[in-house]
Nanobody, 131 residues
Framework: VQLVESGGGLVQAGGSLRLSCRAS????????IAWFRQAPGTEREGVSC????????YYTASVEGRFTISSDNAKTTVYLQMNSLRPEDTAVYYC?????????????????????????WGQGTQVTVSS
């Protein structure tokens, strides 16, 4: 499985960015894609995830209502639309893939996107929000 992120950059607070994660190489149609982020000096944090089968989604509380995760009809690209950006959203954003779409149900139950559920990772893209 290969994951390639794009779309990061510098934006002012209150602005918007859309991240893309192009995915390829899945053995089946049942998988999940998540976005994580890591700011300097902090642990990596799960932001959102989506299932490839039923498009079930999950968002961490700090981005709920501001970020939207979606995929294209061909299921080759997952997007993270980020609106009303804040300086605290500044981080390297990574997309990751899990072998089973059901991990989104796990995220909903635990109120957390867990790194341990994801097997494949992209290289990351920098998002910087200036105040």
């Amino acid at each position: 499985v290969q994951l390639v992120e794009s779309g990061g950059g510098l934006v002012q607070a209150g602005g918007s960015l859309r991240l893309s994660c192009r995915a390829s190489g899945f053995a089946s149609d049942d998988y999940a894609i998540a976005w994580f982020r890591q700011a300097p000096g902090t642990e990596r944090e799960g932001v959102s995830c989506i299932s490839s089968t039923d498009y079930n989604t999950y968002y961490t509380a700090s981005v709920e209502g501001r970020f939207t995760i979606s995929s294209d009809n061909a299921k080759t690209t997952v997007y993270l639309q980020m609106n009303s950006l804040r300086p605290e959203d500044t981080a390297v954003y990574y997309c990751a893939a899990a072998r089973w779409g059901s991990v989104v149900n796990t995220a909903q139950a635990l109120d957390e996107v867990r790194e341990v559920d994801y097997d494949y990772w992209g290289q990351g893209t920098q998002v910087t929000v200036s105040s």
